[in-house]
C-alpha cells in the first residue's frame, strides 16, 4: 500500500478553482475521479492522517499513486467532465449503479421515414422518442394495442415492411385498421409522421385536449347523422381512456416529474425512480450498488442524476425532479439539469402533500429492491460456492467450509453485555441454530473475570469457551442437546450443569428428541480484529480444539484477520468471498443487538416484584389489583397478602422478605409545583 505523503502535491501547486480530478493507481489506472468548487480545499482533505479518514476513504488513497486534476470555469462543467471521465475510465472507487434489470421502453424511431412503434430495450438511440421504462414488456404491448385503433401507427419490422410493399398487400394489422398500411400508399409518409407525432404527444401526456377534440368530432358527426363514424369515434375515446387507466392517477395538475428514493445500509444502496408525466406514473426503474466510496444520501442522490440524465436531452429530463436529500451543490445540479433540459429544472425535497406521500412509496419501492437484491445475491447456488471458494483460497483452508459462525459482543456503555451466535451452512442462514448468551464473566463453575465494563476481548473468550465446552460435553454424551432443569442454579434449559446462565436453550425435534448441534464449524468468524481473533484462539487452544479456523472481519477497513498474524488478509472489494463475510458479521450484530436491546427494556421496565421468586404475571396483576399499588402492598401484613386468591402463607412470607429487602425508589416531583408524586404501581406492566 502506497503512503499518500509521497505523491502528495506541494502546498501552493492546487489551484483554488472549480476543477476533477483523478486518482491513479501505480499502473497510471484511474481508480476515482471526483469534482470540487475549490480543488484545494477538496484534495487537502484527502491528504489528513489515515486514522482521521473515512475507511473507505483511507483504503482508496493508499491504493493510489498519484492524483491529477483539470481546472474548469464553472461548477456545472466540473458536473459534466465528472460524468464523462467516470463513464470512460469507469474507477472502481467510484459509486456506480447497475440496473437490477433490463427494462423496456416503448420507443417510437422518428428517425425513419415511417416511424414504428415497437419496445426496445438497452442503450437510447439518437432520434428515437421513449416512453417508460416500463415493468413488463406485455404492459407495452396492451397499451399500444388500444392505441392503434386511434393512431394507427406502423409497428412492422423493415422486412414485413419491405415483402407487404412488393407485393401491394398490407398485413393483418392493415386490414382490421389497426396500421394506416404507408407500405402500399394509403397514406402518404408525412400523414404517417403526423399520426407517429400524435402518438408520442398523448403518450407524454397531453391527453385531455386530444380527447375533448375526439369528442367534439363525434357529436358533430351525431348531428350530421353519420352514426357509423360516431360510433367508431365513441369506440375510440374508449380505447384511449383504458390506455389512460392503466397509468395511475397520483396529482391533479398534470404534474411532470421525477421521483427518486434511496435505500441503503453499510455495503449497498438501492435507487428508486418514478416518472411522472402529466400526473400520472409512466414508468419505473431502479438500481443498486456497492458503496465503494465513502459517500452519504445526498452523494448517491447526485450519481443517480448522473447516471439518470447524463445522456438525455430535451423534455426526457422533467421540469420538477424530487429527491430525498440535495446534492452538496444543489445550484449546479440544478444547472446543469436545465443544461440538458434546455429549460429551467426545480431540485428540490417534498415537504407535504401529495407529492411527499408519493416519496414515502418510492422508498418503500427502494427498500423492497434492496432486500431483494440482498435476497438474490445470496440464494444464487452458483455465488455461494463461489464465495466459499473465496474464503477457502483466501485463508488457505483445505476445503470450503460449508458451516460457519460467527459471534458478536454487544452492550451498552459495558451494561447489559451479551453475545450472539449465528450459523451459516452453505452460505445460507440457519436462524433454527442461533444462539445467544448473557456474559457474566465466569466459564464452567470458574469466575474468570468480574463481567462488568466494555471488555469485548474477554466476553469473547468466554462465549468462545462456552459454546465449545457445550460441544466437547456433547460429543463427549451422545451428541444431543440435553434439555435439564437447573432453575436453581439460576441456568436456563438446555445448559450443561455448572455452565454461565443466559444461553439460550435448544429448540426441540418434531418427534419430541432435542435438536442436534454438536456438529464444529469449519470456520469461526469473530467480528472484530486481533485481540478478538487472539481471545478466540486461545479459547479453543485451551479446551484441545485444533481443527477448527479462525478469522475476524474487521469493520473499519473490511480487513480479515487471522491468528499470529502482523498483517490482515485483503480481499478485493469485489469478492463474493467478502460479501458473505460481511454477511454473516452484520447479521451476528443485528442478533446481537437485538437480543441487547430486549434485556435493555426489560430491566428498565422491571419492578420490585419482579425480584421475587415464583411469581408470575398473573399472580402479580392480582396483588396489585388488590391493594392499588406496590407502597400498599409492602406496608400490608403477611395475613393480609394471604388473602389475595392464588397466595399461599409460603409465598407470602417470601413476597414479604423481598419487598422488606428492597429499597424503594426515590419519590417522584412534580417539578412545577413541587408536589410529591404517590407511587400507585412500581410493578412491570405484564
Known amino acids: ?45 484527502y491528504f489528513q492522517p489515515l486514522t482521521s479518514l473515512h475507511p473507505r476513504t483511507a483504503t482508496m488513497v493508499t491504493t493510489a499513486a498519484s492524483v491529477e486534476w483539470t481546472v474548469v470555469a464553472t461548477e456545472v462543467e466540473a458536473l459534466q467532465l465528472e460524468y464523462s471521465w467516470i463513464k470512460e475510465f469507469d474507477p472502481r472507487f467510484n459509486v456506480k449503479y447497475r440496473d437490477d434489470k433490463s427494462y423496456p421502453y416503448l420507443a417510437v424511431t422518428l428517425n425513419e421515414e415511417f416511424p414504428r412503434v415497437q419496445v426496445m430495450r438497452g442503450a437510447k438511440k439518437k432520434g428515437v422518442r421513449y416512453f417508460g421504462p416500463y415493468g413488463h414488456a406485455w404492459a407495452i404491448r396492451e397499451t399500444v394495442d388500444l392505441m392503434l385503433r386511434v393512431f394507427p401507427v406502423r409497428t412492422c419490422s423493415a422486412g414485413v415492411f419491405k415483402r407487404s410493399a412488393q407485393i401491394g398487400r398490407p398485413c393483418l394489422l392493415g386490414y382490421i385498421g389497426k396500421c394506416a398500411a404507408p407500405c402500399v400508399g394509403r397514406v402518404t409518409p408525412e400523414e404517417h409522421r403526423e399520426l407517429a407525432e400524435d402518438f408520442c404527444d398523448f403518450m407524454a401526456g397531453r391527453t385531455g385536449t386530444y380527447l375533448r377534440r375526439i369528442e367534439q368530432q363525434m357529436m358533430a358527426a351525431a348531428e350530421d347523422m353519420e352514426y357509423e ?36 445500509d453499510e455495503l449497498e444502496a438501492a435507487v428508486q425512480i418514478f416518472h411522472v408525466r402529466g400526473g400520472r406514473v409512466r414508468g419505473q426503474r431502479g438500481w443498486v450498488t456497492d458503496k465503494v466510496e465513502a459517500v452519504d444520501t445526498a452523494g448517491l442522490v447526485e450519481h ?93 483452508l483445505d476445503s470450503a467450509p460449508l458451516r460457519i459462525e460467527c459471534f458478536d459482543i454487544s452492550h451498552l456503555q459495558g451494561d447489559d453485555v451479551v453475545a450472539s451466535m449465528v450459523v451459516f451452512e452453505d452460505g445460507l442462514a440457519r436462524k433454527s441454530e442461533y444462539r445467544r448468551f448473557q456474559i457474566k464473566g465466569r466459564v464452567g463453575d470458574t469466575q474468570i473475570w468480574h463481567g462488568e465494563g466494555q471488555d469485548d476481548v474477554r466476553s469473547m473468550h468466554e462465549v468462545i ?29 438446555g445448559q450443561v450443569s455448572g455452565q454461565v446462565s443466559g444461553e439460550v436453550s435448544a429448540l426441540q425435534e418434531e418427534d419430541g428428541r432435542p435438536k442436534r448441534f454438536a456438529y464444529p464449524p469449519q470456520l469461526l468468524v469473530v467480528d472484530g480484529g486481533q485481540p478478538q481473533v487472539a481471545a478466540a484462539k486461545r479459547a479453543l487452544d485451551e479446551l484441545g480444539i485444533d481443527d477448527i479456523a479462525v478469522c475476524g472481519l474487521a469493520k473499519r477497513l473490511e480487513e480479515v484477520w487471522v491468528p499470529e498474524e502482523d498483517d490482515p488478509v485483503v480481499l478485493p472489494r469485489s469478492s463474493e468471498g467478502l460479501y458473505l463475510l460481511q454477511r454473516v458479521r452484520d447479521e451476528a450484530h443485528r442478533f446481537a443487538i437485538t437480543y441487547q436491546r430486549a434485556k435493555r427494556t426489560k430491566r428498565f421496565k422491571a419492578g420490585p416484584l419482579d425480584a421475587v421468586p415464583g411469581l408470575g404475571d398473573t399472580r402479580k396483576q392480582a396483588l396489585i389489583k388488590h391493594f392499588g399499588s406496590v407502597k400498599k402492598l409492602r406496608s400490608a401484613t403477611i395475613d393480609e397478602i ?10 407470602a412470607e417470601t413476597l414479604a422478605a423481598a419487598l422488606a429487602e428492597a429499597v424503594p425508589a426515590a419519590p417522584a416531583v412534580n417539578t412545577a409545583t413541587g408536589e410529591i408524586i404517590e407511587e400507585d404501581d412500581g410493578g412491570s406492566t405484564p
Not at 237 to 256: G, M, P, S, W
Open 304 to 396: 443517480a442524476l448522473q447516471q439518470l440524465y447524463g445522456e438525455e436531452t430535451g423534455d426526457s429530463v422533467p421540469k420538477e425532479v424530487l429527491v430525498p436529500a440535495l446534492p452538496e451543490d444543489a445550484e449546479a445540479v440544478s444547472g446543469w439539469l436545465a443544461s440538458r433540459r434546455g429549460s429551467g429544472v426545480s431540485l428540490r425535497i417534498p415537504q407535504r402533500g401529495d407529492k411527499k406521500d408519493l416519496m414515502v412509496t418510492v422508498a418503500r419501492n427502494a427498500q423492497q429492491a434492496l432486500a431483494l437484491h440482498k435476497t438474490k445475491r445470496a440464494s444464487d447456488l452458483t455465488t455461494r460456492s463461489r464465495a466459499l471458494e473465496e474464503i477457502a483460497a483466501a485463508l488457505d
Open 465 to 493: 469457551s462456552r459454546r465449545f465446552r457445550r460441544y466437547l460435553a456433547e460429543k463427549a454424551r451422545t451428541g444431543e442437546w440435553v434439555e435439564e432443569e437447573s432453575q436453581e442454579s439460576g441456568e436456563l434449559p
Open 642 to 651: 394471604c388473602e389475595v386468591p392464588g397466595i399461599g402463607r409460603k409465598t
Open 229 to 264: 363514424r360516431a360510433a367508431r369515434l365513441r369506440d375510440d375515446i374508449e380505447a384511449l381512456r383504458k390506455a389512460l387507466e392503466k397509468n395511475a392517477v397520483v396529482f391533479n395538475d398534470a404534474t411532470d416529474a421525477d421521483l427518486i428514493a434511496v435505500a441503503e
Open 1 to 45: 500500500m502506497a503512503d499518500p505523503s509521497s505523491y502528495r502535491p506541494k502546498p501552493g501547486q492546487i489551484p483554488d478553482s472549480p476543477g476533477v480530478y483523478k486518482f491513479r493507481d501505480e499502473h497510471r489506472r484511474v481508480i476515482y475521479v471526483g469534482k470540487a468548487k475549490s480543488l484545494r480545499q477538496r484534495l487537502a482533505n
